[in-house]
């Protein structure tokens, strides 16, 4: 079996999905999408960071000058150009690449917005760097992501879940770990908003074409676990569960 980087495990997973990424009802709404969106009011420069299907820049464009929609893979950004032209929105434009190399220069935006990307990044302290780098110092910054609930025997779960059923997942960190990693990485850390997301059992994995076996050890999985994660997931009899979600509104040290 031919070994694939981080990136081209992404760029597989995803590509081939873009459109499903873009009808996605969780990702192209959500209390989450409304508290991101709505850092933006009155920025000139604006970054969407691992854009996916773009609901972050559809939901910021009528807000800010410009937007960047950015994202590892070329198909998502396809997507998003199609679309955004649909919708009237002039002021987005995409850029291809990984989170960890921006192809910006130094103070080049007054706002970035980062949305379920993160926990795919190979290198997440990385692309928290290079999103500091490429702030305005001072400027506002708002990252959401699936968060780990923290205790040991709930992150096992999830992070099992997580890679069976996408095996481009890498990290869904905690709210400790999110918090320090952001400050070592240039930010001061404001509010921290908490949301929990039902995910649909047969839409979540259709979504990502994850395999018959796959899904098969997940159910199994599930089914295995001590009542402490069933009910914290609220693990339904059909897989269906609840996923804890976080936003981290911060600004880059001046």
Same mark, same amino acid.
């Given at each position: 079996?031919?070994?694939?980087?981080?990136?081209?495990?992404?760029?597989?997973?995803?590509?081939?999905?873009?459109?499903?990424?873009?009808?996605?009802?969780?990702?192209?709404?959500?209390?989450?999408?409304?508290?991101?969106?709505?850092?933006?009011?009155?920025?000139?420069?604006?970054?969407?960071?691992?854009?996916?299907?773009?609901?972050?820049?559809?939901?910021?464009?009528?807000?800010?000058?410009?937007?960047?929609?950015?994202?590892?893979?070329?198909?998502?950004?396809?997507?998003?150009?199609?679309?955004? &032209?649909?919708?009237?929105?002039?002021?987005?434009?995409?850029?291809?690449?990984?989170?960890? @190399?921006?192809?910006?220069?130094?103070?080049?935006?007054?706002?970035?917005?980062?949305?379920?990307?993160?926990?795919?990044?190979?290198?997440?302290?990385?692309?928290?760097?290079?999103?500091?780098?490429?702030?305005?110092?001072?400027?506002?910054?708002?990252?959401?992501?699936?968060?780990?609930?923290? @205790?040991?025997?709930?992150?096992?779960?999830?992070?099992?879940?997580?890679?069976?059923?996408?095996?481009?997942?890498?990290?869904?960190?905690?709210?400790?770990?999110?918090?320090?990693?952001?400050?070592?990485?240039?930010?001061?850390?404001?509010?921290?908003?908490?949301?929990?997301?039902?995910?649909?059992?047969?839409?979540?994995?259709?979504?990502? @074409?994850?395999?018959?076996?796959?899904?098969?050890?997940?159910?199994?999985?599930?089914?295995?676990?001590? &009542?402490? &994660?069933?009910?914290?997931?609220?693990?339904?009899?059909?897989?269906?569960?609840?996923?804890?979600?976080?936003?981290?509104?911060?600004?880059?040290?001046?």
């Amino acid at each position: 079996m031919a070994a694939r980087t981080q990136e081209a495990l992404v760029v597989d997973r995803f590509g081939a999905q873009a459109r499903a990424y873009l009808t996605s009802p969780v990702h192209a709404r959500g209390a989450d999408l409304a508290a991101l969106a709505a850092l933006a009011d009155g920025q000139a420069q604006a970054l969407d960071l691992g854009c996916g299907g773009g609901h972050v820049a559809y939901a910021v464009a009528p807000r800010v000058g410009h937007i960047v929609a950015y994202d590892l893979s070329e198909e998502m950004l396809a997507v998003v150009a199609e679309t955004a &032209v649909q919708r009237g929105l002039g002021n987005v434009s995409t850029r291809q690449g990984p989170a960890e @190399r921006l192809p910006f220069d130094d103070a080049a935006f007054d706002l970035v917005l980062s949305r379920f990307s993160a926990h795919h990044w190979r290198d997440f302290e990385a692309g928290l760097r290079e999103a500091a780098r490429v702030l305005k110092p001072g400027a506002p910054a708002g990252f959401v992501d699936a968060v780990s609930p923290g @205790r040991a025997v709930l992150d096992t779960y999830l992070q099992s879940v997580e890679v069976l059923r996408d095996t481009s997942h890498v990290r869904d960190r905690s709210g400790a770990e999110w918090q320090d990693a952001l400050a070592r990485a240039g930010f001061d850390v404001g509010a921290v908003s908490h949301f929990r997301l039902r995910m649909d059992f047969p839409t979540w994995t259709a979504r990502m @074409r994850t395999p018959p076996a796959m899904v098969a050890a997940i159910r199994a999985v599930q089914a295995a676990m001590s &009542v402490e &994660v069933q009910r914290h997931f609220a693990i339904e009899a059909d897989g269906s569960f609840m996923l804890d979600v976080a936003l981290f509104a911060a600004r880059r040290a001046a």
